[in-house]
């Protein structure tokens, strides 16, 4: 993997062409920061690999994101960007598509080539514990959910140690004008805020955006539902196996001296003058330090934490999920059946508890359970594991099992996806031909189950009791999955 520092901009450049260089017919864009040229396939437009902020190297590691640079022409936007800096985790469920690196704050997009009028927005947020995982991975593509008439977007976000860290300095550097340490929250925030500015140029309506996630993406759309710095970029919610909606109130002094202790094992020192010249200094594999999926709950004197409260992007989401503070917004939320954790864990357990303390609150939850396994994958008695119900929201799933996708397997992703485009239309999962969704409510206790026999079926949680009887959830260290 080469950091040379002269290859992003060398990228930069060969991505721009000459205004007279656009090929006749070609899907052009101009967006606030300058013309952008996409590609049509079977029916669908893209655009990929488009910067919503500056490349966050140098002096801008550990930074809010920064505006991109505008530049002039017409710049290439048929690929996707780097995913950003991690040690790769082999057996991951969506393996990247890209080489990762530290200049990584792109987004790419999905549309209908023939789409009329104004359509809805899904952003896409994905997981990986925080430590892995990109927009690059084929089974994330939108090409499928765009055939249905929604614009898809997706976007990467910084994770370890570039997207979460303190330090004294850093703090000290912040001055208390903002917020510290989420930096991979603050890409978030500032890739809706692209989307809000820039969607609608594409055909994409900036007052009907559904963000989503899975897992710590999953977390993530939590952690957007109760932010204050998230109010008016989005006007639906996805939740897919992202817990309870808790986090662990870490002090922020104990989340310092974590990087502190990072910083220790690179020789420079907590009182040193110019520790965050050093500490920026580091090749970008050094601050990885091997951090990845495997390893990311380190023993030991820990150097990683992962997302924290800091007051001002990142709030104690559980206890604003309780008292009712959050955006009140439609919500889609579920786990799959065989989750981290089993039935009573922090994923299926946690998706019933915050599906129950929304509908609570008056906001409309359409809960879920996803039961169904691909037939290639099948296993007596087994349930359906952490993020394979993935390809069947994205309508992915010949992308993910090729030859071995059943009929019955593509007729799963063909309905779920079709609930999660007309969730995103109007915040209602429910069309013609779908099986009827009823909006939760806890003394109804009616979920969707998508069922290992390959239907989708509305009925009452058959594991609530057991769920309900079970220790209380606690939350997760450091927001992690």
């Not at 396939?41 to 655009?47: E, R």
């Not at 952690?223 to 986090?247: E, R, Y």
């Not at 508890?353 to 929304?358: E, H």
């Not at 999660?420 to 206790?445: C, T």
Request: proline letters at 8%; one cysteine or more.
């Amino acid at each position: 993997m080469s950091h040379l520092p002269f290859l992003p901009l060398l990228a930069a450049s060969l991505a721009i062409v000459a205004p007279g260089a656009v090929a006749a017919g070609a899907p052009v864009v101009a967006i606030d920061s300058g013309k952008v040229e996409g590609r049509t396939d079977a029916g669908v437009t893209s655009w990929k690999g488009i910067p919503f902020a500056a490349p966050p190297l140098g002096d801008l590691r550990w930074r809010a994101p920064a505006p991109a640079k505008p530049w002039t022409g017409v710049r290439q936007a048929s690929a996707y960007a780097a995913d950003c800096m991690q040690l790769p985790f082999p057996s991951d469920a969506a393996p990247l598509g890209t080489t990762p690196g530290e200049d990584c704050l792109y987004l790419n997009l999905w549309k209908p080539a023939d789409a009329k009028g104004k359509l809805p927005v899904i952003v896409w947020i994905y997981g990986g514990g925080f430590v892995n995982g990109g927009a690059s991975p084929p089974t994330y593509s939108g090409a499928e959910l765009a055939k249905q008439g929604a614009l898809v977007v997706s976007f990467n976000y910084r994770i370890g140690r570039f997207g979460f860290f303190a330090h004294p300095q850093l703090t000290r550097e912040a001055g208390g004008t903002g917020p510290v340490g989420n930096y991979g929250f603050m890409d978030q925030i500032a890739a809706l805020e692209w989307v809000k500015r820039n969607v609608a140029a594409f055909g994409g309506d900036p007052s009907n955006v559904t963000i989503a996630g899975e897992s710590a993406g999953g977390m993530s759309v939590n952690a957007l539902l109760t932010s204050p710095m998230s109010a008016g970029l989005f006007a639906k919610a996805v939740v897919m196996s992202g817990g309870d909606g808790g986090t662990a109130p870490t002090p922020l002094a104990a989340v310092e001296q974590i990087g502190v202790n990072f910083a220790a094992g690179k020789g420079i020192a907590a009182d040193d003058p110019q520790a965050l010249e050093k500490l920026r200094a580091l090749p970008a594999d050094k601050v990885v330090d091997g951090l990845n999926l495997a390893n990311f709950r380190q023993s030991g004197t820990p150097t990683y934490h992962g997302p924290f409260v800091d007051g001002k992007l990142a709030i104690d989401s559980g206890a604003a999920f309780a008292a009712g503070r959050m955006h009140r917004v439609p919500v889609m939320i579920g786990a799959t059946s065989a989750d981290i954790g089993g039935k009573t864990g922090f994923m299926v357990a946690g998706a019933r508890s915050l599906a129950g303390t929304l509908a609570d609150h008056g906001v409309p939850v359409y809960a879920y359970r996803f039961s169904y396994v691909a037939q290639a994958n099948e296993k007596p008695g087994a349930g359906a594991d952490h993020a394979t119900d993935i390809p069947f929201f994205f309508d992915t799933v010949a992308v993910k099992y090729g030859a071995q996708a059943t009929a019955r397997d593509l007729a799963v992703g063909k309905a779920m996806s079709a609930y999660l485009v007309n969730f995103a239309r109007r915040g209602d999962p429910n069309g013609a031909g779908l099986p009827m969704w009823s909006a939760y409510a806890r003394a109804a206790d009616q979920i969707m189950d998508f069922a290992g026999n390959g239907k989708a079926v509305m009925g009452k949680d058959g594991w609530g009791r057991e769920i309900d009887a079970a220790r209380k959830l606690p939350a997760m260290p450091g927001g992690q999955p």
